[in-house]
């Protein structure tokens, strides 16, 4: 089967999604980091579906690291 397991959202759905890719289930997890609201959750989405580059433009610097405001702290960096 080519089929593929999307999760989104909470710390929780991930750790779900680490126990499903540890059955060897094809996993596609949190692909922005942790999201809490619909609409981040919304533009993740779509993002993924049509397979949005991110470019310079797409980010802010602040804090002395280069962010995004689609995606989680983690994703930020110098």
Same mark, same amino acid.
């Given at each position: 089967?080519?089929?593929?397991?999307?999760?989104?959202?909470?710390?929780?759905? %991930? /750790?779900?999604?680490?126990?499903? %890719? &540890? @059955? &060897?289930?094809?996993?596609?997890? /949190?692909?922005?980091?942790?999201? @809490?609201?619909?609409?981040?959750?919304?533009?993740?989405?779509?993002?993924?579906?049509?397979? &949005?580059?991110?470019?310079?433009?797409?980010?802010? @610097?602040?804090? %002395?690291?280069?962010?995004?405001?689609?995606?989680?702290?983690?994703?930020?960096?110098?």
């Amino acid at each position: 089967m080519n089929d593929k397991l999307f999760f989104a959202g909470s710390c929780f759905s %991930e /750790n779900i999604a680490d126990l499903f %890719e &540890k @059955y &060897k289930f094809d996993v596609i997890s /949190n692909t922005h980091g942790i999201l @809490y609201n619909p609409h981040s959750m919304a533009n993740s989405i779509t993002d993924c579906i049509e397979k &949005k580059i991110y470019t310079e433009q797409d980010l802010f @610097y602040a804090n %002395e690291s280069w962010n995004s405001f689609d995606h989680h702290r983690r994703f930020s960096n110098s």
